[in-house]
Structures are given as C-alpha cells and as structure tokens.
C-alpha cells in the first residue's frame, strides 16, 4: 500500500542533543512538508520541498534543518538551538497541483527530558 | 496571502444532533479547500475536498462541506453527530504559485465533542 511512514513514533531527546526524525513515502509525490503540532496552535510549517535537492524554509524554520536527497525520504533534524522542541511532528507529501489534497504520516510526538 | 480562521476550539454536540463547524478563508486568488480529520496521536486524513464546480461537497462518513463564495465560508457539516465523530477537524486552504508550487495554509483546528 501506498503511503507515509513516519518513525519513530516517540522519541525522547536530552536537553541539548540533535535528534533526527525520519519521513519515507512510496506515492511518487514531489513534495514534501514538515509541520510542528501544538495544542490550540494548529499545524506550523517548519519545511517544504518541491522537488529533490531543493527546499524552503517555511514559519518556524528556527531550530530545524533538512535534506531531500531522495524523492522518497525527506528528514527533520532538530537541534539544540531549538528552544521548545517538545511537540508532535507530522510529515506529509503531496503533488505540486493545488488542488491535490496533502497525505500524513502518523506523526512523531518528540519529548526533551 | 491566505489565511483560514475556524470559529470555536471546541465544539460539543448530542448523539444525534447535527455537527456544525465553521470555516472561512481569504485568499487573493481562487482557493482550493479541505477539511481534514484528526484522532489522537494520528496524523490527518482528508474528509473532503473542493476544487473548481459543484459548491456542495459531499465527503467521507457522512461530512459534507459548501462552499460559499460571497461568504467567504467553507462550513463542514453532518446531519446526526455518531460517538466516532470525536475527533479534531482542520480547514486547510491551498492556492498555486507560478513555478507550479502549492502552499498550503492550515486552521487552527475544531475539536468536536459528542455527548452520549
């Protein structure tokens, strides 16, 4: 079956360590996303990518980093210079049409301790 | 630029009762709009969709959505409320970029009770 796959689904992370978190899709799509989820918040985007070795920063970028090096896989590293990393992250891939819906993973739900 | 505003954090309804929750947008361009629905510790999955037509859109478990222009509004909507509707509901709008891109903004959410 077709779809994203996310992992690990928790992750605890000391103060002051880099954690990456890994986002894998088989549906061929050319981008990808990266959202933070926070209670009342609503979903933030942190990256996107539109096509292989190219991505852009999106609303809170601040604290994270990327790659695209495959069409497939699309990871989230966060670093110490994130102040409040403790969050739910979703991936999701979508086309480059518009009118396309976005498809998730189950999300990463990430505690500093 | 675009944006969603989803009236109400929390929403709570009677089994049995109709589900409301509201959704407007703006948009400088013609929108593309979503509903989508999140359980607990799960990612999102798409309800329903409108893109260019029929305004009314009809969606999964019984969701449907109408999409109103002069309004601005893109309200989700089902008849009679069942327990498996608890759950967190997101309008999302998404418009398209020269260069063939999307961006895809996000509401802040709805989290619909339903009350035995």
Known sequence: DGGITQSPKYLFRKEGQNVTLSCEQNLNHDAMYWYRQDPGQGLRLIYYSQIVND?????????????????????LTVTSAQKNPTAFYLCASSTRAPN??????QGTRLTVV | AQSVTQLGSHVSVSEGA??????????????????????????????????????????????????????????????????????????????????????????????LQVIP
């Not at chain 1, 970028?61 to 090096?69: I, K, L, N, Q, T």
């Not at chain 2, 509903?35 to 990612?43: A, E, H, R, T």
């Not at chain 2, 601005?72 to 498996?84: G, N, Q």
């Not at chain 2, 999302?92 to 996000?106: C, D, E, I, L, M």
Request: charged share 20%; glycine share 10%.
């Open chain 1, 55 to 75: 991505f852009q920063k999106g609303d809170i970028a601040e604290g994270y980093s990327v790659s695209r090096e495959k069409k497939e896989s699309f990871p």
């Open chain 1, 100 to 105: 396309t819906e976005a498809f998730f993973g």
């Open chain 2, 18 to 111: 109709l589900v409301l929750l509201r959704c407007n947008y703006s948009s400088s361009v013609p929108p593309y709009l979503f509903w989508y629905v999140q359980y607990p510790n799960q990612g999102l999955q798409l309800l329903l969709k409108y893109t260019t037509g029929a305004t009314l859109v009809k969606g999964i478990n019984g969701f449907e959505a109408e999409f109103k222009k002069s309004e601005t509004s893109f309200h989700l909507t089902k008849p009679s409320a069942h327990m498996s509707d608890a759950a967190e509901y997101f309008c999302a709008v998404s418009v398209g970029f020269s260069g063939g891109y999307q961006k895809v903004t996000f509401g802040t959410g709805t989290k």
